[in-house]
């Protein structure tokens, strides 16, 4: 047998066995596994292939070799090219998912459902070979909804169109600025997109910060020792930061 390995990160204890990564699963399996099924068959190889369940439950997916990134992000995933890429890879999962309706997922759908959004697209959630995003994991949250919100969360994490006092991220208000107008140019993301982006991403903190509130009111362990450790109070100094600095963005955005 092969040896194992558990991996760091995230919420959940996942363990590497050889060329294979067995994580729990929940109520909403059945509709990522399904969505990892279709990602595939439309060409989009950037996911994990689904191998079914291991005999106490947890599904096996391939590992995707590389390197993933914490924060504050490591000097690849803070690049250009991971920036562009990320853009681009995004797109193409989004373009494969139109049209794919499927019940039971973890999060509720957001209208206009235009695509199924990955729920957390982030350098934490995606795998690096040199400075070039290779790879995406961890489906649990994808949900039907427009293609804006997860932009959004994307340009929150990329960019990063963090606070000043948030050590997870970097770049001057400009910098950011001009690193958002690149995500949106890689992805192609609209004219109303684009207007409608500064919004969307205090609205996507408001939301994650709900998130972690009801999970931890549920009991997860996890989100309530992000609750103690402030978490919650970063993300939303910085959708209040990002719509203060509404001017500085949406200039960068839809200037020529």
């Known amino acids: 047998m092969a040896d194992s390995e558990i991996l760091a990160g995230g919420v959940n204890q996942v363990e590497r066995v050889g060329d294979r990564v067995l994580r729990p699963t929940g109520p909403w399996s059945p509709a990522v596994h399904g969505l990892l099924g279709h990602l595939r068959a439309s060409g989009f190889t950037a996911g994990p292939a689904f191998h079914g369940l291991t005999t106490d439950g947890r599904e096996i997916l391939d590992f995707l070799p590389g390197e993933v990134s914490d924060y504050p992000a490591t000097p690849a995933a803070a690049s250009r090219t991971a920036l562009l890429t990320a853009a681009r890879v995004l797109r193409a999962l989004h373009d494969a998912t139109a049209g794919y309706a499927a019940e039971g997922w973890m ?3 957001r209208e206009p ?3 199924i959004c990955h729920g957390d ?5 995606c795998v690096l070979a040199g400075e070039e995003v290779v790879g995406v994991i961890d489906f649990d949250t994808a949900h039907p909804g427009p293609r804006l919100w997860d932009v959004a969360y994307a340009v929150y994490r990329w960019t990063p169109t963090t606070a000043p006092g948030n050590a997870d ?5 400009d910098e950011q600025a001009a690193r958002a107008r690149e995500f949106c140019d890689a992805y192609g ?3 109303a997109g684009r207007a409608g982006l500064v919004d969307a991403l205090a609205a996507r903190l408001h939301a994650l910060v709900h998130h972690m509130r ?3 009111a549920a009991g997860s362990a996890a989100f309530a020792s992000h609750l103690a450790d402030g978490h919650h109070l970063m993300y939303l100094s910085d959708a209040a930061y990002v719509l203060r600095e509404r001017d500085r963005f949406e200039r ?3 200037g020529a």
């Open 107 to 109: 999060l509720p759908a």
């Open 113 to 115: 459902a235009e695509v």
């Open 121 to 125: 697209y982030a350098p934490h959630n």
């Open 169 to 173: 991220g970097f770049g001057t208000p």
């Open 189 to 191: 993301l609209d004219e």
């Open 214 to 216: 009801a999970e931890a």
């Open 252 to 254: 960068a955005l839809l």
